[in-house]
């Protein structure tokens, strides 16, 4: 049955005439808080972290990717691009190459000024671009256009959201334009147009010869799926590397949709569930390899579904370790979507949601997680592991996180390398900081991977095992608890960062602090090297101490291979964040501690089988460091040949 509407809902411009309508932001979970970021930005529709506490955020009107570090936005702008900003034209998507910064690319897409300058409608503008830019430390430089797409007739349903999936490929999603083609499912209409379609390219633009319609040549090849009506959200789950995304419907039926390879999400012929048309799934376009398939949750009632998020159970909590979260632009909602056991659909408590379709406000209510952001555009997992939220209307990101926890946990070494059947062991620490006697404290593997997961307590000056499997503990106020666990994997698990969950029953979890209390974990059906590596500062507390903003200070590592053999690269980094230091490394004589040959960026040795070396790290200062042990860090990673990670470990860092 075809269906004609009007445009998209009032969207974005009711946004901007009503954003006074916006109250407070409010969270449903009382475990949880919410914070303002940053404030002071103008039309914003979409963010990417480049770093710890480093955002580049897009703002729609004007062309200008602004930047944000650790919260404060920065004079100026990092790229301002001329942009056609009619209806829901402009600067609308962003994404990072999956290997940044080392492969330092980050896309844009954006409606095309024809003039040089920002435009609104007229003239007409150039088309819907896609551009790979090189990021340079501090702008954004060197254009290649690497899609060129169609703008008319518009001027709303250009979609633009953009993301890397697991694959290494770059999905994006551009709207129908308001054009009825045979990719919109009229029959006989015109030939494939790149409009209401997710592309799936490599990130130079070129097309991968598995695309599900590669072999059909011409347009097709480039499609991932077709059918799509507008889309301001696109996510893969990292648990099973699938694709989800938002629809927004016309009058009636916005989407969340699972999407398969070849996927018609039946615009115009269906929005919702296919029971729910007359003609069902009769009069599709269908191109060979395509398939049809019902969303997996449709609004009655339109709200303008924008992002969509997995969230993070090791910094929101254990409940939240199957758990999708959507915004929308009309009311500026966050909606909270229960996984099922197999991650390809989702569970609901009321039997009036059975259907999958929310039909009025009161079915609704189970859903709705948080309010009062007047126009959702983007979320994200930070580099913290925490929510950010993106308001357009009032011009804010918002971070949500939980209720600070007196918990503080460590894990110790940072990495293991095991073959598949192997049972792997790390110790961890339960600190308890408050007044109060922490009640049964355990720990959980919250990380989904196919490995079996125990713990047990031990003696913290023995490491010898206490106590029974399994079995949480009480830990005094101002005492602390440790543990030994063990992972066995029953099947081959890329390098994962895996994260637990330290909790107690009477208090919140520790909060997850990446290169502190995770672990990186692989298994492999062959013996891999696997470097259990051991910091050590001068003050013998885990901080390096630089004395004074442009001096040298350092600190060394301990390394034993209970692995296989292997030619390993040691190296040192900042895990992304911002911090004005210069790091050389250096492997050192065991006995004295001096370097056997000058400190470099890198040292190449070979690691046998049990063997002990030792290695010195040196990082020189280039300004001042402040003390935040979460977030500036140092970790030393060893590599071998393939470039994986086969063992780290890290120190907090600070000027003295």
């Known amino acids: 049955m075809r269906r004609q509407y009007m445009i998209l809902k009032i969207s974005f411009f009711w946004l901007l005439i009503n954003s006074s309508f916006a109250g407070a932001q409010v969270l449903t979970d009382p475990a949880l808080q919410l914070r303002e970021v940053v404030s002071g930005l103008n039309q914003p529709t979409a963010m990417v972290f480049i770093g710890k506490g480093d955002i580049l955020v897009l703002q729609k009107g004007d062309g200008r990717v602004r930047r944000v570090i650790n919260g404060v936005l920065q004079p100026g702008q990092v790229l301002d691009v001329a942009v056609d900003s009619s209806s829901e034209r402009g600067l609308l998507g962003i994404a990072i190459h999956p290997n940044f910064p080392n492969s330092p690319f980050v896309y844009l897409y954006y409606t095309e000024s024809s003039n040089g300058s920002d435009t609104s409608g007229s003239p007409a503008p150039l088309g819907n671009r896609v551009y790979r830019y090189t990021w340079n430390g501090s702008a954004l430089v060197g254009p290649q256009l690497i899609l060129n797409l169609p703008v008319t007739p518009g001027p709303n349903h250009n979609g633009g959201t953009m993301t890397f999936g697991p694959d290494g490929k770059l999905y994006i999603v551009i709207g129908e334009l308001n054009r009825n083609g045979q990719l919109q499912n009229f029959l006989g209409a015109a030939a494939p147009d790149d409009t209401g379609v997710i592309f799936r390219i490599n990130d130079d633009g070129s097309v991968p010869s598995d695309n599900p319609f590669f072999s059909q040549d011409g347009n097709l090849a480039k499609y991932f799926a077709y059918g799509i009506r507008n889309s301001f959200g696109l996510a893969f789950d990292s648990a099973t590397g699938k694709l989800w995304d938002t629809e927004n419907g016309p009058a009636n039926y916005d989407e969340v949709n699972?999407?398969?390879?070849?996927?018609?999400?039946?615009?115009?012929?269906?929005?919702?569930?296919?029971?729910?048309?007359?003609?069902?799934?009769?009069?599709?376009?269908?191109?060979?390899?395509?398939?049809?398939?019902?969303?997996?949750?449709?609004?009655?009632?339109?709200?303008?579904?924008?992002?969509?998020?997995?969230?993070?159970?090791?910094?929101?909590?254990?409940?939240?370790?199957?758990?999708?979260?959507?915004?929308?632009?009309?009311n500026g909602n966050l909606y909270r979507f229960r996984l099922n056991p197999t991650r390809d659909g989702f569970i609901f408590t009321s039997p009036n949601l059975g259907d999958l379709v929310a039909d009025n406000s009161a079915e609704l209510q189970e859903l709705i997680w948080g309010t009062g952001f007047a126009g959702i555009t983007d979320l994200k997992i930070g580099r913290d592991g925490l929510l950010y939220v993106l308001s357009f209307s009032l011009g804010k990101i918002f971070v949500i996180s939980r209720f600070p926890s007196?918990?503080?946990?460590?894990?110790?070494?940072?990495?293991?390398?095991?073959?598949?059947?192997?049972?792997?062991?790390?110790?961890?620490?339960?600190?308890?900081?408050?007044?109060?006697?922490?009640?049964?404290?355990?720990?959980?593997?919250?990380?989904?991977?196919?490995?079996?997961?125990?713990?047990?307590?031990?003696?913290?000056?023995t490491n010898q095992v206490t106590g029974f499997p399994n079995t949480p503990v009480n830990i005094a106020a101002g005492a602390a608890q440790t543990y030994v666990f063990a992972l066995t994997p029953s099947a081959t698990i890329a390098p994962t960062d895996v994260q637990l969950d330290f909790d107690c029953t009477n208090m919140n979890p520790a909060s997850i602090i990446p290169g502190l209390n995770t672990m990186s974990f692989s298994a492999s059906n062959t013996p891999l090297p696997d470097i259990v590596a051991l910091a050590a500062t001068t003050s013998n507390d885990g901080i390096l101490n630089i004395p004074g903003t442009n001096a040298t200070g350092a600190f060394a590592v301990a390394t034993v291979n209970v692995g296989a053999t292997g030619i390993i690269?040691?190296?040192?980094?900042?895990?992304?964040?911002?911090?004005?230091?210069?790091?050389?490394?250096?492997?050192?004589?065991?006995?004295?501690?001096?370097?056997?040959?000058?400190?470099?960026?890198?040292?190449?040795?070979?690691?046998?089988?049990?063997?002990t070396p030792t290695f010195g790290i040196f990082v020189q200062g280039n300004g001042n460091v402040p003390f935040d042990p979460a977030l500036n860090r140092i970790f030393v990673r060893f590599k071998d040949n393939a470039n994986v990670t086969r063992g780290s470990t890290s120190v907090a860092v600070r000027t003295q």
């Open 569 to 611: 690269t040691a190296s040192a980094d900042t895990g992304g964040a911002n911090i004005p230091v210069n790091l050389f490394v250096c492997e050192t004589n065991p006995g004295t501690g001096v370097c056997v040959a000058s400190p470099a960026s890198t040292v190449v040795t070979t690691i046998n089988a049990n063997a």
């Open 406 to 461: 007196p918990l503080a946990a460590a894990v110790l070494p940072g990495n293991r390398s095991v073959q598949v059947g192997t049972t792997a062991t790390a110790f961890a620490t339960i600190i308890n900081g408050g007044s109060a006697t922490a009640t049964a404290c355990g720990l959980s593997l919250v990380t989904s991977m196919p490995a079996t997961f125990s713990f047990q307590t031990t003696n913290p000056a």
């Open 258 to 330: 699972l999407v398969e390879p070849g996927f018609n999400s039946g615009w115009t012929r269906i929005m919702g569930p296919s029971i729910r048309d007359a003609q069902g799934t009769t009069d599709l376009v269908i191109f060979s390899g395509s398939h049809y398939a019902d969303p997996k949750f449709s609004w009655f009632s339109t709200v303008a579904p924008t992002a969509i998020v997995f969230t993070n159970a090791a910094t929101l909590g254990a409940d939240y370790q199957d758990s999708v979260v959507v915004g929308d632009i009309n």
